[in-house]
């Protein structure tokens, strides 16, 4: 498929800002790939189309406060230090992107605030990326403690045009967030409550997570028309032996296998046995899926809606079928579902 065949205008007023009051409150649209019937209803209302012995499949992983505001040394310019990924934590060595980047050049410092923390760039890797090397006296537990505590949540402000609130670091975080490692949320997850969790336990689904720190690869613009010739980034990822087994037994007896957005769909699609079963691995993965796919595990999946040309939006029409998912999008508009991260969600079975 072509770039352009995810080509469509958004008005600007459907893409949230903050979240609903209440987590399971926000919209859920129900697409049943087979008939090609749409639904509206509430998120909390996804519990009515499953039951027991289906299994949902979460990412776990945890948003870091990755956005940092620094000083140049000598100049004191403001630069603003998205960090990306740690590459060694014995030398504090970091991936980061600088803004604004062409003030930034090897062997500057930038100082943060009023603490001790300082960096130093030691390379450049892209037009804004930098490799930095935090200078810090202190013990891994001070510097981590000091990055979180200067760190902004790191909203897509491309996106989310406003300033980012208190309230961000909560609501940019899912309940089952557990392993410090992302720079973007997995946003599917943001829509569920511990009292849906509890229902869901009640009725007997079963909630079983794997890890996908997601990386702002994942929301870089694609600007090639052949998508089979756009690179993802690799992003790091753990798929337990709990999860595995969990899911075999389900696909083993019919039941439904739910991707809890398109992070845990492409992680369990990057790691399946030649019998099409899922299998407990851990590494790196650029899985990029685009129509048409053969899923092997997962049968039903929920995500938000998705900006135009998002390698998201190509996962999901993958999932749940190009011509389906587009008239499905165009419905939105029209309801007035509202877009991205703080959005509304989607159900495909």
């Known amino acids: 498929m072509k770039l352009s065949d995810f080509k469509f205008e958004i008005p600007k007023k459907l893409i949230a800002l903050h979240p609903p009051e209440n987590r399971d409150e926000s919209r859920l649209m129900v697409i049943h790939k087979d008939t090609g019937k749409i639904e509206h209803k509430v998120f909390k209302d996804v519990i009515d189309y499953f039951d027991a012995g289906d299994v949902f499949v979460t990412n776990n992983t945890k948003v870091f406060p990755a956005r940092l505001y620094g000083n140049k040394e000598k100049t004191g310019a403001k630069i603003e230090v998205f960090l990306l990924r740690e590459l060694n934590q014995d030398l504090r060595l970091w991936d980061v992107l600088v803004d604004p980047a062409r003030k930034i050049r090897v062997g500057n410092k930038l100082y943060f605030g009023d603490s001790d923390l300082v960096a130093e760039v030691i390379d450049n890797t892209t037009s804004r990326g930098r490799t930095i090397r935090f200078l810090f006296d202190g013990t891994d537990e001070e510097f981590y403690k000091t990055i979180d505590t200067l760190g902004e949540t790191p909203i897509l402000k491309d996106f989310i045009e406003r300033d980012v609130v208190d309230a961000d670091r909560e609501r940019y975080q899912t309940i089952f967030a557990k392993h410090v490692g992302a720079v973007a949320a997995p946003t599917a997850g943001l829509h569920f409550t511990p009292h849906l969790m509890k229902r869901l336990e009640i009725k007997g689904v079963e909630v079983s997570p794997i890890t996908l720190h997601i990386g702002l690869g994942t929301f870089r613009q694609v600007d090639v028309e052949d998508l089979t010739k756009h690179k993802m980034d690799s992003e790091n990822y753990d798929i337990p032996q709990e999860t595995v087994d969990l899911v075999n037994r389900a696909l083993d007896q019919k039941k439904r296998v739910v991707s809890v957005g398109t992070t845990p769909l492409k992680t369990i699609e990057s790691s399946v046995t030649a019998n099409g079963r899922l299998k407990s691995s851990s590494g790196w993965t650029d899985k990029f899926i685009i129509p048409p796919y053969e899923f092997k595990i997962a049968n039903a999946m929920i995500t938000n809606f998705h900006l135009p040309e998002s390698t998201l939006l190509m996962t999901a029409s993958a999932f749940g079928g190009y011509d ?26």
């Open 324 to 349: 389906l998912i587009m008239k499905a999008y165009q419905e939105g508009i029209k309801e007035n579902y509202k877009f991205f991260s703080y959005g509304d969600a989607m159900l495909i079975i």
